[in-house]
């Protein structure tokens, strides 16, 4: 049974960081495509990160780019979002999730396992 569980949600400032973990179980973690999703409230969960299998290519959402960084550590099953510069429109539950595609896909459709969430709250 594969299990997604992250932490690190809370509530900041504008401006202020915070940084996801998410830790895998029940899946050969070295095989599977990493992202990050979040929903706010009200409408449909979205894409913001995505990292392959070894590390060596990542892909963020552009409204992400340059204050998120999408990490992971194979030797742990984790998976990791640093998040800098923190905007209340980053406001949403931040969703860890699994994909056994290749090509680092970016489609809710694409991942197979998820995570419970965890909130992200940025205060303005």
């Known amino acids: 049974q594969v299990q997604l569980v992250e932490s690190g949600g809370g509530l900041v400032q504008a401006g202020g960081s915070l940084r996801l973990s998410c830790v895998a179980s029940?899946?050969?973690?070295?095989?599977?495509?990493m992202g990050w999703f979040r929903q706010a409230p009200g409408k449909e969960r979205t894409f913001v990160a995505t990292i392959s299998w070894g590390a060596d290519s990542t892909l963020l959402a552009d409204s992400v780019k340059g204050r998120f960084t999408i990490s992971r550590d194979n030797a742990k099953n984790s998976v990791y979002l640093q998040m800098t510069n923190l905007e209340p429109e980053d406001t949403a539950v931040y969703y860890c999730?699994?994909?056994?595609?290749?090509?680092?896909?970016?489609?809710?459709?694409?991942?197979?396992?998820w995570g419970q969430g965890t909130q992200v709250t940025v205060s303005s």
């Open positions: 029940g899946v050969t973690f070295s095989h599977v495509f």
């Open positions: 999730a699994a994909s056994r595609y290749a090509g680092l896909p970016s489609s809710v459709s694409s991942y197979q396992y």
